[in-house]
């Protein structure tokens, strides 16, 4: 998928799940649009609902969907994590070990690699630091900026399949317009042959999506307007209907909602009738 959106120029959008309710909406949006997209669980999620009933949830939408579907495990932060979710059936797990030294951070990789490439399994790694705060995990400071050399010696040691790089982006909302190098990225991008992949879709702007993607960016994750979406169209059919109703009543019209902003995000990658 992601090598098709390189070759093609544009990125194959993330979302995360919470839920069984923006679970559908995000498959019912993909369908809708034809598109080839993640959809993806953050550890916290995974082991609040279980590995296997996630699993299942990715098994079953990805044998009725249309288009191109690929269920992901987001962010974990140990190798643990990923065995469980490859066990249960995900056929893409990202590791995320760049808060450690760089052969550590190889290390850690190289063991998910191993453990998933024998069961045909994708593999996501990190370089750099994605900023913010969020689900998965905290970062505030400077030393975020993935250094080239680094980012060649993650790829070609660990054997990953793509690669989160620190360039600026953060998780959550931005405070002010998010800086991206894209002059960095644009290094990465030439000294590896690894799809890259941009964390913190949420709250960038259309332009620095594109010029991102013009730069070596195969892959966006999108997590918080999710999430705040979720929430205030919640809230705000709980007001109108009063709690005194169907939960069905209430998760339908907040489906929709959800459905239309991650329609807006399929487009925003270009995404959109690629399937
Ligand atoms: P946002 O929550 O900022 O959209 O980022 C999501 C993300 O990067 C998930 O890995």
Known sequence: ??????????????????????????FEAAEEMRAPIMIASVPPVVNAISPEICGAWG???MKKSTALLCHHLDHSFNVQTCVEAID?????????ASKFPLDENIAIVREVVDYAHARNVHVEGEIGLIKGRGLEGDFIGNKFLAEVEDAVE?????????MAVGVGTAHGFYEGVPEINFARLKEINDATDVPLVLHGGTGIPQADIEKAIKNGINKINIGT?????????MRAELNEQGDNQYTIK??????????????????????????
């Not at 990125?11 to 559908?24: K, L």
């Not at 307007?225 to 169209?233: F, G, K, R, S």
């Open 88 to 96: 249960n059936g995900y056929p893409s797990v990202m590791i995320d």
């Open 59 to 61: 098994i079953a939408a």
């Open 225 to 233: 307007i999710i999430h705040t979406t979720y929430m205030n169209a």
């Open 154 to 162: 993650l790829a070609k040691q660990s054997g990953l399949d793509s």
């Open 250 to 275: 209430i998760a339908l019209p907040v489906k929709d909602k959800i459905k239309e902003v991650v329609k807006n995000w399929i487009k925003v990658c270009g995404a959109d009738n690629k399937a």
């Open 1 to 26: 998928m992601l090598l098709k959106a390189d070759a093609s120029g544009y990125a194959v959008p993330a979302f995360n799940y919470s839920d069984i309710w923006d679970f559908i909406a995000i």
